[in-house]
């Protein structure tokens, strides 16, 4: 196998002791320099990686993220559906999950299986650093407080740190990663040849003009939050507990989201994903107490810094 280049990959040497071992960047880094070749380095630096999450799908920000793509010069030459399940989200999220609540990941899975996400594959403009990195600045940090203006986050209006609406791999290395865990070898060989083609096949074009014809919903935590509480009301004095959480979700408390769970499933009641999502997102504690999380966001200015 050809040896890791870990320089064109990554500036954060955190990462580099987290990934030299897992098996998602070994296959997907085979798979690069076997299909790319000599373009290999070109396409690290020249490439990038967007998610577009289910509740991104579901609530209509594909067509806004795209336009803002094309406002800022990437250029989509492949697309992918992604069927996230538990598994999937934790592995993706390993390093980072480790901050979660048990609350959040519960909600997460939630918010995840409300529909297929969509993986966007583009080159990026010209510049001085990864095409990744660009698009990890105009992406926007999850949380809203502090987020600096003109960002996607910011444009996509998104309700809460935890619906978060997209994704993207910040640095080469976690694009390499992420392929390795979002898709198998054939789809990620067939992902690599168009980032070195750098032509949107027509079976892509299709996929992609099918995900913006789907029908959306509304990121209306009020109205979502009503309809469990008929459901439930509907239970009658039953239903009490269940009602008694979703009251002090109302008047803006955090509440044990699993244990309303455990209610909701005594009454069974099954409310759509969708308006758990909603509701969840907005009424837990999102981390552990002294929780860390085992690799932080990237110094993307480091790849500024040839020195470093």
Not at 46 to 73: M, N
Request: proline share 6%; aromatic share 4%; hydrophobic share 45%.
């Amino acid at each position: 196998m050809t040896v890791i280049d870990w320089s064109l990959l990554t500036r954060t040497a955190r990462k580099v002791e987290l990934y030299r071992d897992e098996v998602y960047l070994r296959e997907a880094w085979a798979d690069l320099c076997e299909v790319a070749g000599q373009d290999r380095n070109a396409v690290l630096s020249g490439s990038a990686l967007l998610v577009v999450r289910p509740e991104g799908v579901r609530s209509g920000r594909l067509d806004p993220t795209l336009k803002f793509l094309d406002r800022h010069g990437f250029r989509i030459v492949a697309t992918e559906p992604v069927g996230f399940d538990r598994m999937l989200a934790r592995e993706l999220w390993r390093y980072q999950h480790t901050l979660a609540s048990l609350d959040r990941l519960a909600v997460v899975d939630q918010m995840l299986s409300v529909g297929p996400a969509l993986l966007l594959l583009m080159h990026g403009p010209d510049g001085a650093v990864p095409a990744t990195t660009a698009l990890s600045r105009l992406k926007g940090a999850s949380n809203p407080a502090g987020r600096p203006p003109g960002t996607l986050r910011e444009l996509l209006d998104q309700p809460n740190r935890l619906f978060a609406l997209v994704h993207c791999a910040d640095e080469p290395a976690d694009l390499v990663r992420e392929l390795g865990i979002l898709v198998d070898s054939p789809t990620r060989r067939r992902l690599i040849r168009a980032l070195v083609d750098g032509e949107l096949a027509a079976a892509d074009a299709a996929r992609l003009a099918e995900f913006r014809a789907a029908p959306t919903a509304e990121l209306d935590v009020p109205a979502a939050l009503k309809r469990i509480c008929a459901e439930v009301a509907a239970a009658g004095t039953a239903g009490h507990e269940a009602l008694r959480l979703l009251d002090a979700s109302a008047g803006g408390s955090l509440v044990p989201w699993r244990h309303l769970m455990g209610e909701l499933t005594r009454l069974g009641i099954r409310p759509s994903a969708w308006d758990l999502a909603l509701v969840g997102s907005s009424s837990i504690e999102y981390d552990e107490p002294h929780a860390v999380k085992l690799l932080g966001s990237p110094d993307l200015d480091a790849w500024s810094r040839p020195d470093d």
